[in-house]
């Protein structure tokens, strides 16, 4: 349902339970659920889509959704909202000239991608949104990204056997734990402002120098490679280091690491396996309690121990991450997810015509379409 100016006439948008065995998150929450009515627009909800998460059929009932088996949600649904990418059975059941919004790992799927076209499906994938002013309330990365930092202290936290602030008591002092950052991104510097207020003593590195000053903003003290070159491109992503760089590095984490408590990893390289920063002889120096939290694990991890889903122990150091960290605040995850989605179709939505329209032109819709 085009017009001759490519502009999309049909207003009614979808979506359908993940496979919650991986994915708890939801694409839209009763919270968002007014303003797409109120925008035009019809919702068509999976029956049970957010039962998981206490949001029961009848409260979206209430606000104006209507429920429905999956099999109509895919089949009536112009504009498909998911995180994950539908697999080959639900995406037989599309309708065709559909739209699909999610988050989508376009560099390892695009093969799968590419049957869409079958269906003429419009594919927008979120994790290829520009780094702009305009695209923040849509950047699903960053949104994401902080829960995980907090999330990863505090359960990094929560396995460490010591008081993690500085306690005066008559019996004596108990030091304040001590915390180091892998990563100053988004997650990183989470991870750096929770650890900072539940009194830990925070130390951070960074292959970005861009970032010394918002470690330093959150009371984090960033450990400098001597003679560093910048390593950030233009897109503002951490890029791979030289090896020069790699060798200063693992020097001085070596020695950071002999009065470092918890450590948490962050450092990714967008479409590459997670650079190997904790190396076996570095485990040497770390004493035994020590706890890891490794947010890159299912990209490889940052350690050379880590394992995705299990707590692996070395040297009396435990080592954690998850395939899916969000799944532990899937409430939380689920809202901010549901805002950046709403605000990105608003951005493809022509208040003044009530039609959407994909515009090229427009820098965040064509980065994050995928032809």
């Known amino acids: 349902k085009q017009d001759k100016n490519n502009s999309i006439l049909f207003m ?20 968002i659920v007014k303003k797409y009515i109120t925008n035009g627009f019809e919702l068509v909800l999976e029956s049970g889509i957010g039962s998981h998460l206490g949001f029961e059929d009848n409260e979206f009932q209430k606000l104006g959704c209507k429920i429905d088996s999956k099999e109509n949600v895919l089949s009536n649904s112009d504009i498909l909202l998911q995180l ?16 699909l919004i999610g988050n989508f790992n376009s560099g390892q799927n695009q093969d799968n991608i590419k049957k869409f076209n079958k269906k003429n499906t419009s594919v927008f994938s979120m994790e290829l949104l520009p780094r702009i002013t305009r695209a923040q309330s849509m950047d699903i990365l960053s949104s994401q990204a902080n829960l995980a930092g907090y999330k990863a202290v505090v359960d990094s936290f929560s396995k460490f056997s010591k008081a993690i602030p500085m306690m005066m008591t008559a019996a004596g002092t108990i030091s304040a734990a001590k915390v180091l950052v892998v990563g100053a991104g988004v997650a990183g510097l989470q991870a750096i402002a929770t650890a900072k207020r539940l009194g830990a003593i925070v130390y951070a590195t960074d292959v970005r120098m861009a970032s010394k000053e918002q470690v330093e903003s959150l009371g984090g003290k960033f450990l400098t490679v001597e003679e560093s070159e910048n390593l950030e491109t233009e897109g503002g992503y951490a890029k791979e280091a030289s090896d020069e760089f790699k060798n200063k590095q693992e020097i001085l984490l070596t020695e950071t690491l002999k009065k470092i408590d918890i450590i948490i990893c962050t450092a990714l390289i967008p479409g590459r396996e997670a650079p190997k920063i904790i190396k076996e002889e570095m485990f040497k120096n770390l004493q035994p309690g020590s706890i890891i939290y490794d947010l890159a694990a299912v990209q490889g991890g940052n350690t050379v121990f880590t394992e995705v889903d299990k707590i692996v122990e070395k040297n009396g150091v435990k080592i954690l991450g998850d395939a899916n960290i969000l799944n532990k605040l899937p409430i939380s995850a689920s809202n901010l997810y549901a805002k950046n989605i709403f605000n990105f179709v608003s951005n493809l939505y022509d208040k003044e015509n009530k039609k959407l329209n994909i515009n090229l032109e427009d820098e965040i819709i064509e980065k994050t379409f995928i032809k």
């Open 12 to 31: 009614i948008i979808g979506s359908i339970s993940e496979n919650k065995n991986l994915e708890k998150r939801i694409s839209i929450v009763p919270d």
């Open 84 to 99: 994950d990418l539908p697999d080959e059975n639900n995406f037989s059941k599309f309708k065709n000239n559909n739209i």
